[in-house]
């Protein structure tokens, strides 16, 4: 049986269907001007402009949508009539004649006995044709952003009493308001800012005894706001992961049971050909597989690892068998001195003056109907010599010769002549035992001062000794000759390229003078930075520009943005994030 409601106020009633009727008519406006932009060829900067708008009104809807299903739950949907929801869909799907005040909202009924749906997520699911995780979504994003927080939370705002000169809850704010807010506003994505209050809210536990819960919680919030505002939405759940590892150091830790129960390799299960497989290792054990990954799959690195049994096929060479990819096969021919392609030539240069190949191992043989050829004088092409596997694969071919290197005892390769190491910053005080400050590893990680004096007598562990203010004190063993020396200090200084938001590691990077060398800029540490490929041409096309401020390189300038304060990359030093980093300051 069907019940209908008791009638709101008529004020209140008026003031929904105004509500309304202008939501209306905005869906049809908004309607209106994409067609008109169809027939439109647009510019770049209008469609720039057109862009912006669009997000704008995405954001806008995209809030709005939390705050209704909001009070949509709240009110159980799900019991309502299923007659009246299907009237009202019909005028949503063509909301002209609510546009037009010809139509109103229909009178609410609700089921009395079994409701039409299990849940909101169900009723939105049918009558809005979106996905579960759609519904979930909204409904985790309502209730983080939305909904009031509960009366006893670390996360909770305090609102200032001014009668009593006390903090005291405001018991209808949302429970994480800065990121609420920043959703109400439009200045950052909706969807980002509900992920990120769902990371802070599983952080709960961790804060939960620390006597500055609450303080702490709205440093975290303020800062994961701001990043979700002025970054994209990778660096701000990097920084979500930062606060986590800061947290998993100097909250409620996590037991060693706890830890060793959920470390492991885990099968699941076999998908579309493949086997799938889950790792959760501890910080070493990741450590060590990263600088394994980086030393395979460098792109500056000519060496690369013999191909496994499920790559052989990609590249036979005609009798069954499979060289290693990417490498040229001696086929007894020499081709250097190879002409130029005729692309790469001036029309009208003399044969005489065309460039000519100077390749060591010449043009690689090519496989044709089962036929190795080498054609003496061919030119040479890109295509002919680049490894068709991705990191991934080429990552996963270096385990796979690791393990089976080690089976059969002929040990592990070595990758450009080097074996892998791990690189790990540590302050001199933790080395020496007088304090049990973490080091930081190469790829952002920590890892314990125990650990790291259990390891420093290992050669396979670089260990870099840093003072007080963070200058190299010591390089450890291997510093060969004075220029590995520098590369090798920058880089671990940096530990990836210094442009914020870049998240190239150092050893794929190159070493810049900040201040050019033409221009009397010394080649040393202190004038040194590691910066990727694509920014370091930036760099010199003058799009970026670079400062060392107390020996550490900052971004002071990038094109097309203000100038605001000098920024490091911390994605690549998570440590400065959760001790307070402020950026220094200009002096001139």
Same mark, same amino acid.
């Given at each position: 049986m069907d019940t209908p409601s008791l009638t709101a106020s008529p004020t209140k009633q008026a003031a929904t269907d105004t509500a309304v009727r202008h939501l209306a008519t905005a869906v049809l406006q908004l309607r209106a001007a994409g067609a008109d932009l169809e027939s439109l060829d647009l &510019?770049?900067?209008?469609?720039?402009?057109?862009?912006?708008?669009? /997000?704008?009104?995405?954001?806008?809807?995209?809030?709005?949508? *939390?705050?209704?299903?909001f009070v949509a739950d709240a009110n159980q949907i799900h019991r309502l009539d299923p007659q009246t929801a299907t009237d009202i869909d019909a005028l949503a799907a063509d909301p002209q004649a609510l546009a037009e005040g010809t139509a109103r909202v229909p009178v609410e009924r609700m089921c009395s006995g079994m409701s039409p749906h299990r849940n909101t997520a169900s009723w939105m699911q049918a009558h809005l044709h979106i996905s579960a995780t759609e519904a979930r979504r909204r409904l985790n994003g309502s209730r983080l952003l939305v909904a009031p927080a509960p009366t006893s939370t670390p996360t909770q705002v305090l609102a200032a009493d001014t009668a009593t000169g006390t903090d005291t809850p405001d018991p209808m704010a949302p429970r994480f308001p800065v990121l609420a807010k920043a959703a109400a506003d439009g200045t950052a994505d909706v969807g980002t800012l509900a992920s990120l209050a769902g990371g802070l809210e599983a952080m709960g536990p961790r804060l939960a005894d620390r006597p500055d819960a609450s303080k702490l919680s709205a440093v975290i919030e303020e800062d994961l706001?701001?990043?979700?505002?002025?970054? /994209?939405?990778?660096? +701000?759940?990097?920084?979500?992961?930062?606060?986590? !590892?800061?947290?998993? /150091?100097?909250?409620?830790?996590?037991?060693?049971?706890?830890?060793?129960?959920?470390?492991?390799?885990?099968?699941r299960g076999h998908r579309d050909g493949f086997d799938e497989y889950l790792m959760r290792c501890d910080p070493i054990d990741s450590e060590t597989l990263q600088a394994f990954g980086e030393a395979w799959t460098n792109p500056r690195s000519t060496k690369l690892p013999p191909t496994s049994a499920s790559t052989t096929s990609s590249k036979s060479n005609g009798n069954g068998t499979a060289g290693e990819a990417g490498q040229a096969? &001696?086929?007894?021919? +020499?081709? =250097?001195?190879?002409?130029?392609?005729?692309?790469?030539?001036?029309?009208? !240069? &003399?044969?005489?003056?065309?460039?000519?190949?100077?390749?060591?191992?010449?043009?690689?043989?090519?496989? =044709?109907?089962?036929?190795?050829?080498?054609?003496?004088?061919?030119?040479? !092409?890109? +295509? @002919?010599?680049? &490894?068709?596997?991705? +990191?991934?694969q080429l990552l996963l071919d270096g385990v796979i010769a690791a393990v089976n290197g080690t089976l059969n005892g002929t040990g592990v390769p070595e990758s450009g002549g080097m074996r892998v190491r791990i690189g790990v910053l540590?302050?001199?005080?933790?080395?020496?035992?007088?304090? /049990?400050?973490?080091?930081?590893?190469?790829?952002?990680?920590?890892?314990?001062?125990?650990?790291?004096?259990?390891?420093?007598?290992?050669? @396979?562990?670089?260990?870099?000794? *840093?003072?007080?203010?963070?200058e190299i004190l010591d390089l450890g063993r291997e510093a060969r000759s004075f220029s590995s020396a520098q590369r090798k200090a920058i880089a671990i200084r940096d530990r990836g390229c210094v442009v914020p938001g870049c998240r190239r590691p150092a050893s794929t990077n190159e070493a810049h003078h900040v201040k050019p060398w033409l221009e009397g800029g010394l080649t040393s540490v202190n004038n040194g930075s590691s910066v990727c490929a694509h920014h370091h041409a930036m760099v010199h096309a003058g799009l970026i520009t670079l400062k060392m401020i107390n020996g550490i390189p900052f971004v002071i300038g990038q094109a097309g943005q203000p100038r605001g304060d000098p920024e490091r990359n911390l994605y690549w030093h998570p440590e400065l994030r959760t001790s307070g980093y402020t950026p220094p300051l200009f002096t001139d």
């Open positions: &510019d770049v900067a209008s469609a720039a402009v057109v862009l912006g708008l669009l /997000e704008q009104g995405n954001r806008a809807i995209a809030y709005r949508q *939390l705050q209704t299903v706001a701001h990043e979700a505002q002025t970054r /994209e939405p990778k660096d +701000s759940r990097k920084a979500l992961t930062d606060w986590g !590892t800061y947290l998993a /150091e100097n909250g409620a830790p996590l037991t060693d049971e706890q830890i060793i129960a959920k470390r492991g390799m885990f099968f096969e &001696d086929a007894g021919g +020499s081709f =250097v001195g190879a002409p130029a392609p005729a692309w790469a030539v001036a029309p009208g !240069t &003399d044969p005489a003056d065309v460039p000519r190949s100077e390749w060591v191992g010449g043009v690689p043989a090519t496989t =044709v109907n089962g036929a190795t050829t080498n054609h003496a004088g061919a030119t040479a !092409t890109w +295509s @002919d010599t680049r &490894d068709p596997r991705t +990191s991934p540590i302050d001199y005080r933790a080395l020496l035992g007088q304090c /049990e400050d973490a080091g930081i590893t190469d790829h952002g990680l920590p890892i314990s001062a125990t650990n790291i004096r259990r390891l420093a007598c290992n050669g @396979d562990l670089l260990p870099v000794v *840093l003072g007080g203010a963070g």
